[in-house]
């Protein structure tokens, strides 16, 4: 909860500070890159810094928290903070990061706002910064001890003991410890980094939705070739869709993730988009193997059937569950699925029943319109969860 003194402070300046947050985040980030390389090199996705994507989600994260802090003073937002949190988590992020990230984000604001920065300003700004930091650093440790791990010790070596073409631009890797240690539980949706070592030495995270329901001696992940047209290609997925092999090992980190399928006999809508299909394979291959009974309405959208990553493995997930039914969409369905529906999902076509538990994954574009069509048909926000590829900019907030 801010101050008393700090709130008025911080609603009189939010608008000034929301409308220079991009010019801010973009020279706190030229600054701390300058004293610190090795984040750039080996933490930060530099995909996301080249396109932008990364200040944007900063931006989006301090104007949203800010924003909750007026509108709602004795609520916290726990699930904008469990999921940075989380992404965190998996990258090894350690407490002592965010002193860092104060003194070069404050700088910026200085540098950016000039006189409108004074004392005063500078002090409940700093608060707002805190408040936010010191809930993340308190749930991060609780994540770190569920993982039986020391903070920032997230990483351990696994070997490839599979690698499967799935579609022309996905590849899945089983992976299986190259150590004596056992793997710990996850729950179905949560999701791996992958630390990799390019050619030039540095060492670039991506996470990954674990794509196996839990409970093996093995994990599995399925990785897609970014391909970004006018924008330079995907550098991990790339590698390691050119050179990672059975037999090779992989850095990687212990599970963790939001988007995480509760138990419950209640209904599940289970909603993905290209790649976005992997937490739900995951969700699909648990409930089979729990035997599960609960209805289960299955809806993914793709390019074509042979975009499809894992198609007929989703199709007979959901075969298996005697309450699901699997919907799908492609934009050009051809004779290879002629159930199929052409175009993009349509929400109101499907018939979905009332205390309706719902996991989206995907592109943002499609995320967006389909939380919209279940806002519109009643569906309680509180009860739409996503997993986001990539930096979060805030969904959940539109």
Request: hydrophobic share 40%; aromatic share 6%.
């Amino acid at each position: 909860m801010l101050s008393e003194q700090s709130v008025p402070v911080v609603r009189a300046t939010l608008p000034a500070v929301g409308a220079a947050i991009g010019d801010i985040t973009e020279l706190f980030y030229r600054k701390l890159f300058e004293a610190h390389p090795e984040l750039l090199r080996d933490l930060f996705n530099r995909g996301n810094q080249a396109n932008g994507e990364q200040q944007k989600a900063l931006a989006g994260s301090i104007a949203a928290f800010a924003g909750m802090l007026l509108e709602r003073p004795d609520a916290r937002p726990d699930a904008m903070l469990s999921r940075i949190a989380h992404k965190h988590a998996s990258l090894g992020v350690t407490s002592d990061q965010y002193k860092i990230v104060h003194r070069h984000l404050f700088a910026a604001i200085a540098e950016v706002l000039g006189d409108a920065v004074t004392p005063e300003v500078a002090a409940a700004w700093d608060e707002v910064y805190w408040l936010m930091a010191n809930a993340l650093i308190a749930v991060e440790a609780r994540l770190y001890e569920e993982a039986g791990v020391a903070e920032g010790q997230i990483w351990r070596r696994m070997e490839i003991v599979e690698r499967r073409e799935e579609s022309p631009d996905a590849v899945s890797f089983v992976l299986r410890p190259a150590d004596d240690r056992p793997v710990r539980p996850f729950r179905p949706g949560q999701y791996v980094s992958v630390q990799s070592e390019l050619p030039d030495g540095s060492r670039q995270i991506r996470q990954y939705s674990l794509s196996s329901a839990p409970g093996r001696s093995d994990r599995r992940i399925t990785v897609k070739r970014v391909q970004a047209g006018g924008q330079p290609d995907g550098e991990v997925s790339s590698w390691l869709h050119a050179t990672a092999n059975e037999g090779d090992v992989l850095t990687v980190s212990e599970p963790f993730g939001d988007l995480a399928l509760a138990d419950g006999d209640g209904p599940l809508l289970l909603a993905s988009a290209g790649i976005g299909v992997t937490p739900m394979l995951a969700m699909l291959d648990h409930l089979a193997a729990t035997g599960s009974r609960r209805p289960v309405t299955v809806v993914h959208a793709d390019r074509t059937p042979a975009d499809h990553a894992h198609r007929r493995e989703q199709a007979e997930l959901a075969a298996a569950l005697p309450g699901a039914r699997l919907h799908l969409w492609y934009e050009e369905p051809g004779d290879e699925a002629p159930r199929a529906s052409a175009g993009r999902v349509d929400i109101d076509s499907l018939d979905l029943p009332d205390g309706l538990t719902v996991y989206l994954c995907g592109p943002v574009p499609f995320m967006r319109a389909v939380r919209g069509d279940l806002l519109r048909r009643g569906v309680p926000a509180a009860d739409i969860h996503y997993e986001v590829f990539g930096p979060d900019l805030w969904l959940g907030q539109r």
